[in-house]
């Protein structure tokens, strides 16, 4: 028993908390009464005066550090030991906790990312997801995210005939798809509608393609074509269609090409305007003869600028804004003022700061520089945007564009995209390429549903084909002849934009048809239409 006199220094008081003699005992520290003035300089209790084998027993030391080891020790008490090999957990499913120096340390739990998406937490269960990085950024420049992985775009440049389409492919191929009874798909003469490489072609720089030819320049500076031959078009020497490409004679270092409908146009880095094919309206030189089955040289034309093509007419942008023009002039194609047969060189009357050029099938338009459109020749089904039928013999500006970065003429029809990437088509509707759902002519632009974010369009026959940044292809207006890109489905016309097959990434969109879609979903070889 374990008795305590605590004695005050100046009141000689003695307390008594246990008589040796009641049996009383003091189990711990805390059961001890001690009274004591704070002056009377009596030694208050230890727990090191406690019988360390009762010190511990009743004794909580957990101190709330998940980080520590607590214990009581005889003898001293609670002690805190530091140990950073133990667990601990701030409560979060997405943090990995572990002990450092002492206090619980939570690291952001790392979910897998690609280069398309960004691995995510779930912040209640835990679990990793991926969510879509915003655009292509990731993928750097002229790639796509497709699945996860970074691929290259379907198409850098594109451009349309009058019912089939090639594209130019990072790595420098050409692709085709859709009528190919001249060869004009560079394989054989089966209409397509799945893209496929243009056989023996090797590494190309630039592309054109004109009604059932196309012709493209190589990295070696030559000419190369393939499709219809028999007026010459391909300037090989011979009068045949051609399933492979075949090189143009005499010409080097190619700047720029045209193809028209049968005859084809390029200008060499030097300066030098060659031309080759048919030439009933001197679109290929000038003199009667009515064909040519290799290039020759235009002796009045120098340094004009890059050229482009109709079907029967040529135009050039001069550096100084000015468009010159030659060939068929018999509904004004070439914007001189008036209309008469043909022209050997032609300035479009009051055009000065021109951009771009497009040509169509009988009419012409101009991209201005600050951002405004105009149109010249026949007008008979609105082509020329200013909201009438009649023709016009020199430039009409185009009604409500004003902020257009890129134009196209074909055969009845034009379209243009604006700054933010939409299109807008005017001209001959009757197959759905102006995007028109009622399927009538449009004097006036009206936009294209669906297509966003594009940076070039191309107009051909009774079609139209627009792509994105990125590759992305979109085609609307008759399928005929597989011209929109979907496999193996045909159908008459839809004014809806299809997405070209393997052009798109799976994952966007959801059906949404204007005409029937057989079998297949979205975003594939036979299903491509995007909401």
Known sequence: DLVADTTAADAGTTVDTAAADAGTTVDAAADIAVDAAPDSGT???????????????????????????????PAVGCTATTNDALPCSDGDPCTLNMCALGTCAATPKTCPSDACATGVCDSKSGACAKQAKAGNAPCGDAQRCDAGVCKKPFATALDAGSRHNCVLRAGGTVWCWGRGSSGQLGRNTTDVGLAAAVVGLGSVRRLSVGNNHACAATAAGTLACWGQGNYGALGDGAK???????????????????????????????GAVLCTGRNQFRQVAVGPTTQFNVPVAHPD??????ITSGWHTNCAVHQSGRVLCWGRNADGETG??????????????GLTDAVTVALGGYHGCALRKAGG??????????????????????????????????????????????????VHCWGLGKHGQTGLKSYKSALKPV????????????????????????????????????????????????????????????????????????GGACWTSTCNAPT
């Open 336 to 349: 001189r003022g008036y209309a008469a047969g043909y022209a050997y060189r032609a300035w479009v009357k």
């Open 43 to 73: 030694d208050t209790l230890a727990a090191a005066d406690i019988a360390p084998a009762k010190l511990c027993e009743k004794l909580s030391c957990d101190d709330g550090n998940p980080c520590t080891d607590d214990a009581c020790l």
């Open 301 to 306: 034309f120098v340094h004009l600028g890059s």
């Open 240 to 270: 045949v269609n051609r399933l492979k490409p075949v090189v143009a004679k005499g010409l080097v270092d190619v700047a720029s090409i045209g193809t028209g409908a049968i005859h084809t146009c390029a200008s060499a880095h030097d």
């Open 447 to 518: 936009k294209v549903q669906v297509v966003k974010g594009a940076v070039a369009v191309h107009a051909g026959l009774e079609h139209t084909c627009a792509h994105d940044a990125v590759g992305r292809t979109w085609c609307w207006g008759s399928n005929q002849y597989l011209q929109l890109g979907i496999a193996k489905k045909k159908w008459s016309s839809t004014h809806y934009p299809q997405a070209v097959a393997g052009s798109a990434p799976a994952q966007l969109g959801s059906c949404k048809f204007d005409k029937d879609c057989v």
């Open 373 to 422: 459109v105009v149109c010249w020749g026949r007008g008979s089904s609105g082509q020329l945007g200013y909201g009438g039928t009649g023709a016009r013999h020199s430039p009409v500006a185009v009604s409500a564009i004003n902020n257009a970065i890129a134009v196209s003429a074909g055969a009845y029809h034009t379209c243009a995209v604006l700054k933010g990437g939409s």
